[in-house]
């Protein structure tokens, strides 16, 4: 049974304040451009643009017709640069991006020391002195020591304040012995919770580090942020996005709470781009959707209409859930974060309340549970234009590949992910493994949609690096020569589909976005050159000189 979208009513000067499909045309601008693409196949190119005061596209073409068609237009001349698109990140953390920004940023660290003096630096800042450290972003494959680090290290520098460091990927934490005692229960022996593990010494003492399921021991005693910390987060973030090219983010898992915070930012006009929020798991905000159907604000940039699950952990905390041990970790196969029984539950429920589904899998395991509660969850709906999705679908068992296309999946990939795990990654699974890992090629080759993004701030909000990743299976530095598993590429043209009318089809968006055609938003961005005509190694490097939402730009470069 199909749930009823819901569009909840808005005061009239929110409509006004962020233009939608409802307003009425009034002026008319004219953009041109040295080429504008367009990644409408039946029109792939333009050198002008008209648009409406609402922000819908009336026209494409040649510049000097449009600008007869309407010759009081506006002009808005962007010179030799190129216009795509607006970008659309299909899978990021915008929260989570905030917090890292308002908190100490781990990102890039080069070891233990780095870390510590970084958090050092920010605890010594004015307004920085009390309560909670928060951090985000190390990661212990970058370190000489590629080991898991300790309390202890944290506690001779901060022994009598809170300390709490999210792993780069968010699926481990990091804390100090002032932290664990708010923890109301002995953390010592055996005993593991579900879905987690909290690593411990030869003697069973704990060593600070939590692992998946095992961090909500610490967020139990770790203080909410408030809703206007909560607002202030998401501005930093967003602000961030657009200024990077993105006009949409599928925000991969919120609870209501943050719903209520977005749709607070919404009603004051306070949204510089679309946001397609995934509700975290089968909790409050599923129930939300279920009980009051899907969630559509009148401005047309905040929608929730998607439930987020966990199947298993990530890989760079060998908690992705595997089929066989880890290769440098024998007898360790992973977490599953959610037990099969648990994500058939919630599955079955989406269904019936209409909810699309976005599954986090990593491990070969993990896709495998995946593939099959789906398949259950599905039954004869599997053929139906349901959008379901796994989200990262970054190791899957070669015999599992082509159940993707069969049940008529979305694979909601990270090209940065590949580059980023390449040094490590098949020291983990091996040989044999890594063949079925990143494995773009084969999936897009097999029929199954991609819709890319970063998966940030685990990555780079920056859609140029995944455009980048995706095209040359390299890092900045043009290593390895050739590619990572290069047969595994992208070309540049499926790259930016992927970011563009590929993650708008997967946020039930095709209509609105993804293209430049006539009726569609003005979403678009101006860059100094042309990414499907320049060498991929300069994809890293195009400037991003202004991007447009609704035909407004919410950033200009200086």
């Given at each position: 049974m199909q749930a009823k979208e819901m569009i909840r009513a808005g005061a009239l000067a929110v409509i006004l304040a962020i233009p939608g499909p409802i307003l009425a045309a009034g002026g008319v601008t004219v953009v041109t451009a040295q080429r504008i693409h367009t990644m409408n196949p039946a029109q792939p190119h333009a050198q002008a643009m008209a648009y409406d005061d609402g922000g819908a596209i009336l026209a494409l073409g040649d510049a000097a017709a449009l600008m007869k068609r309407w010759p009081q237009a506006k002009r808005v001349d962007a010179g030799q640069a190129t216009i795509i698109p607006g970008l659309i990140d299909a899978h990021g953390h915008v929260s989570e991006l905030g917090?890292?920004?308002?908190?100490?940023?781990?990102?890039?660290?080069?070891?233990?020391?780095?870390?510590?003096?970084?958090?050092?630096?920010?605890?010594?800042?004015?307004?920085?002195?009390k309560g909670w450290i928060i951090g985000w972003g190390w990661d212990q494959n970058r370190w000489p020591v590629k080991e898991f680090p300790g309390a202890a290290d944290l506690d001779a520098q901060f022994h009598d304040r809170p300390v709490w460091l999210h792993r780069v990927d968010g699926h481990a934490g990091w804390a100090n012995s002032a932290a664990m005692k708010l923890i109301k229960r002995d953390l010592s022996g055996t005993w593991q919770p579900d879905g987690g593990k909290i690593v411990r010494d030869a003697a069973g003492k704990p060593t600070g580090v939590f692992v998946d399921g095992a961090m909500a021991l610490m967020d139990e005693v770790r203080p909410p942020p408030t809703q206007a910390e909560t607002e202030h987060q998401l501005e930093l973030a967003m602000g961030e996005a657009v200024a990077n090219g993105l006009t949409g983010v599928h925000d991969a898992g919120i609870p209501l709470s943050e719903l209520r915070a977005y749709q607070h930012l919404a009603d004051g006009g306070k949204l510089p781009l679309r946001i397609t929020a995934m509700a975290d798991g089968d909790s409050d905000a599923l129930n939300e959707l279920c009980r009051s159907g899907l969630y559509r604000h009148p401005s047309g940039r905040l929608q929730m209409r998607t439930v987020k699950l966990y199947a298993d952990g990530a890989l760079g905390s060998r908690g992705a859930a595997l089929l066989a041990d880890y290769s440098d970790d024998h007898g360790n196969r992973g977490i599953m974060v959610t037990s099969p029984e648990a994500l058939l539950a919630a599955e079955t429920k989406a269904r019936r309340c209409g909810v699309q589904v976005a599954t986090h899998a990593i491990g070969d395991r993990g896709d495998r549970v995946v593939l099959d509660t789906y398949e259950k969850a599905l039954g004869a709906d599997a053929a139906n234009d349901h959008r379901w999705r796994i989200e990262h679908a970054q190791i899957i068992a070669p015999e599992d590949l082509h159940r993707v296309k069969k049940l008529h999946l979305i694979a909601s990939m990270q090209p940065t992910h590949a580059t980023s795990d390449m040094p490590w990654a098949e020291d983990r699974i091996g040989p044999q493994r890594i063949t079925g890992a990143y494995a773009w090629r084969k999936l897009r080759d097999d029929g199954v949609l991609l819709a890319l993004g970063s998966d940030f701030p685990v990555e780079s909000v920056d859609p140029r690096l995944g455009l980048a990743s995706a095209v040359t299976r390299a890092d900045a530095k043009g290593f390895p020569v050739g590619g990572w598993y290069p047969e595994q590429k992208l070309t540049a043209y499926e790259a930016l589909r992927g970011f563009t009318r590929d993650a708008a089809y997967a946020g039930f968006a095709e209509k609105e976005v993804g293209s430049l055609e006539e009726g569609k938003r003005a979403d678009f961005v101006v860059m100094d050159r042309d990414p499907l005509a320049?060498?991929?190694?300069?994809?890293?490097?195009?400037?991003?000189?202004?991007?447009?939402?609704?035909?407004?730009?919410?950033?200009?470069?200086?």
């Open positions: 917090r890292m920004r308002a908190g100490v940023d781990l990102t890039g660290a080069a070891s233990k020391e780095d870390v510590l003096r970084r958090t050092r630096e920010f605890v010594a800042k004015p307004g920085n002195d320049i060498d991929p190694f300069q994809l890293r490097d195009l400037k991003v000189q202004a991007t447009y939402v609704d035909g407004k730009a919410v950033y200009q470069a200086k």
